[in-house]
């Protein structure tokens, strides 16, 4: 006997029967599969946190320590979705599911090369970089203390208040400058003395002023001294040289440097030194036959000018 052919709509009316059926026996297990996602994911929340306390305790790196916590969470969340898929009956979607995530991770990869590029930098930069919080840096031409840092940049707080987002991979590749990578920072500044002034003399009371400040590092390794750096115009430049400590670089570097120069300045006048400020050359083109000039600090050359 033939069987009896079913019309388009009974066949229909059937798969939609065999589908809902096979959809209620695999419905539990569907159900523990993203129970099992859900708890994967809350347990690797509680876990990141708790690793990343423990890891800013013992680790002086906040970056490592925020890679390594959110290195945990991955693979805490890749292993919760193997497992749901090992429970929704899924065994053989999971190759497949790694696969596309490589694969979409290679699009993505040259779809976001500049996000790409810093998150790598800063998973580098992790491991090895060349300064920490609160370092007084230079990159490029941006030069500031660094406030924050993260995989994609790094936070520079200048000295005229402006804030700037350094990508990672900038610092990776371009020139820095620590100026407190060791603590200590050598500061400079020129003075003129007159060419009939005693230079011995005049780099002696220079001296003296470097060894009396109390903020000035001196030691075996950070000497202070000063030496004969140019016959300009109307002066002998002499250069000074001294060390301060880093820890607060802006008034290290640029408060003790002024009031260092103002204290060289008034001792060097009280000695009876001169600073004769730089000769400037006058040329007047014209057809005056006499040009004229008058010397205030000097009357005879008043009474001289009248005559």
Do not use: C
Request: charged share 25%; glycine share 6%; proline share 3%.
């Amino acid at each position: 006997m033939l069987p009896l052919l079913q019309s388009p709509g009974e066949t229909i009316q059937n798969s939609l029967q065999n589908y809902y059926e096979e959809f209620l026996r695999v419905l539990p297990r569907i159900a523990l599969a993203i129970l099992v996602i859900i708890l994967g994911v809350l347990l690797a929340q509680l876990l990141t946190n708790f690793y990343k306390r423990r890891f800013q305790q013992k680790s002086e790196d906040p970056l490592m320590a925020k890679f390594l916590a959110q290195a945990v969470k991955i693979v805490l969340i890749i292993i919760a979705i193997m497992l749901a898929l090992k429970v929704a009956g899924l065994d053989g979607i999971a190759t497949g599911l790694l696969t596309a995530v490589g694969g979409g991770a290679i699009i993505l990869g040259f779809a976001f090369q500049d996000i790409g590029k810093n998150f790598l930098a800063g998973v580098i930069l992790a491991f090895n970089r060349p300064f920490n919080i609160n370092d007084t840096i230079k990159v490029d031409n941006i030069f500031g203390k660094v406030k924050a840092l993260s995989f994609r940049y790094s936070h520079i707080k200048t000295f005229d208040g402006r804030d700037i987002y350094i990508p990672n991979s900038d610092v990776l590749t371009k020139p820095v400058e620590n100026f407190t990578a060791d603590g200590f920072y050598r500061v400079d500044f020129t003075v003129g003395i007159g060419y009939e002034d005693d230079i011995v003399a005049a780099k002696q009371v220079i001296q003296e002023i470097l060894d009396k400040n109390t903020e000035i590092i001196s030691d075996e390794t950070h000497e202070n001294f000063v030496i004969e750096d140019e016959l300009a115009a109307s002066t002998v430049n002499l250069k000074v040289f001294f060390w301060v400590d880093t820890v607060d670089y802006r008034r290290a570097s640029r408060v003790l440097r002024g009031m260092v120069i103002r204290e060289v300045k008034e001792e060097l006048f009280k000695k009876g030194f001169n600073l004769p400020a730089d000769i400037k050359e006058l040329k007047i083109y014209g057809t005056e036959d006499a040009i004229p000039i008058k010397f205030r600090n000097n009357p005879e050359f008043l009474k001289e000018g009248e005559k």
